[in-house]
C-alpha cells in the first residue's frame, strides 16, 4: 500500500515583475477524487532575484488505481491579492475544482479554448519551460487578468497524474521522489514597471511503501500514517472501486 505526499518546494526568481522587488503569496491545493487537502498559502514578502524557499506539503494521500487523478494547482501573485477578487486561495482551490470537472466531461484537451500545460514525460530534474501557463488563468475565470499596474501573477498552474503516472515518474527517479521544475516566463508588464517576470517553480510526489522485514497490517500502516478511514476503507476512494489488490500497490 502507498501514499503519495505533494510539496511546492521551492520558486527561482529570475526576473522580477516590479522595477525593483517583487512582493510575493503563495498558495497551494491539491485534491484526489475530489476530497482536497486543506490549501496553504505563504506571504512571502519582498524577493529579488534567487530561489525562495516555500516547503508547503500535503500530508500522505491516497491515489486509487485507474483514471482517478491527483490534482495539484499552485500559484504566485506580486503585489495586492484583493484584484483577484476571490483571493490566491480561492483562485488555486477555483482551479482544481475547474480542472477535475473538465476532466469529468471528458478532459481539459476537448476545449479547443483551453491549454492546459501538462507534460508526465518531463524528467526528474528537468525544466519543462511553460510557455502557455497563462492558459490556467483563463481555466479559472474568476475576472480580468490584464493587471492595470506592476501587481499581477507571475505564476499559475495545475497538473492532473493518474497513480500509473506518479509510479512511473517517481520509478524512473530514485523509486522514492519526483522532481520537476517549471518555467513561467512572464506576459507584458505595464509601462514603467520592470522587465516580464521570469520565474521557475519546483515541486515534488514522495511515495511511501512499506519496507523491510514484515509482515504489516492494514490497521498499523493507516496508523503510522494518522489516517483513521471510516466507515471503511471505501471512504478513502468515494466513488471509486476497490480491491485488496489496489490496496497491495
Keep these: 500500500m ?68 491527483a490534482v495539484m494547482s499552485y500559484a504566485i501573485y506580486n503585489g495586492d491579492t484583493s484584484h483577484l477578487g476571490i483571493g490566491l486561495d480561492g483562485f488555486v482551490g477555483k482551479t482544481v475544482d475547474e480542472y477535475t470537472k473538465q476532466i469529468l466531461e471528458g478532459g481539459p484537451s476537448q476545449d479547443p479554448g483551453i491549454d492546459i500545460p501538462d507534460d508526465p514525460s518531463t524528467p526528474n530534474n528537468a525544466t519543462f519551460d511553460d510557455t502557455s501557463w497563462l492558459n490556467v488563468l483563463e481555466l479559472a475565470a474568476i475576472g480580468s487578468f490584464l493587471f492595470p499596474d506592476c501587481d499581477g501573477m507571475v505564476a499559475a498552474d495545475v497538473i492532473g497524474r493518474t497513480k500509473e503516472e506518479l509510479d512511473t515518474a517517481i520509478d524512473l527517479a530514485d523509486g522514492i521522489t519526483y522532481h520537476q521544475t517549471r518555467r513561467y516566463p512572464g506576459a507584458d508588464s505595464p509601462a514603467g514597471c520592470g522587465a516580464n517576470s521570469d520565474y521557475t517553480v519546483t515541486w515534488s510526489v514522495m511515495r511511501d511503501r512499506e519496507v523491510g522485514p514484515g509482515p504489516y497490517s492494514l490497521r498499523q500502516f493507516l496508523q503510522r500514517n494518522n489516517l483513521h478511514p471510516q466507515p471503511g476503507l471505501r471512504s478513502l476512494f468515494p466513488g471509486q472501486p476497490l480491491t485488496v489488490r489496489d490496496l497491495m500497490t
Design 2 to 69: 502507498a501514499t503519495y505526499r505533494f510539496t511546492l518546494e521551492h520558486f527561482t526568481v529570475i526576473t522580477t515583475r516590479a522595477r525593483g522587488d517583487d512582493t510575493d503569496a503563495v498558495a497551494f491545493a491539491v485534491a484526489v477524487a475530489g476530497r482536497k487537502s486543506p490549501t496553504q498559502s505563504l506571504n512571502v514578502g519582498d524577493v529579488d532575484s534567487g530561489d525562495i524557499s516555500v516547503n508547503l506539503s500535503t500530508g500522505p494521500l491516497f491515489v486509487a488505481p485507474g483514471n482517478t487523478r
